[in-house]
């Protein structure tokens, strides 16, 4: 795995707390007219209790003063507006994210 710099929406769900790395894997897929980008850590994952909570607003696995608890509840609206979708894969072994977008269209032509 490489190391991926987690955004501020995904770090408090990976569990990162010593300077916002984790080890981790970013994967983009174009699929027909839609785009997947796919975020893992190598962390154990979430329990059922968090993941209960994951996209409301405020919450925060993090001590007081910490964190915010807004970032994947952000990240979710922001990707929503955009057509898309925000996902937590919890059937995967480790903390995975799934992001679905409309892909852009080619709009250009050759000439």
């Given amino acids: 795995m490489n ?22 894997v970013l994967e983009v897929h174009r699929r027909g007219g839609e785009l997947q980008i796919v975020v893992t ?5 979430l329990t059922a209790a968090v993941r209960e909570k994951l996209f409301t607003p405020f919450f925060t ?15 979710r609206s922001l990707i929503e507006s955009h057509g898309g979708t925000l996902e937590l ?14 892909a852009a269209q080619d709009t250009q032509k050759a000439g």
């Fill in 3 to 24: 190391p991926l710099e987690i955004g501020p929406g995904f770090e408090g769900a990976a569990g990162v707390d010593r300077g916002g790395h984790v080890a981790g």
């Fill in 41 to 45: 850590d190598s962390g154990p994952g």
């Fill in 61 to 75: 696995t993090k001590p007081v003063g910490k964190g915010t608890g807004i970032g994947l509840s952000v990240s």
């Fill in 89 to 102: 894969d919890a059937a995967h072994e480790n903390t995975r994210f799934v992001i679905h977008l409309p």
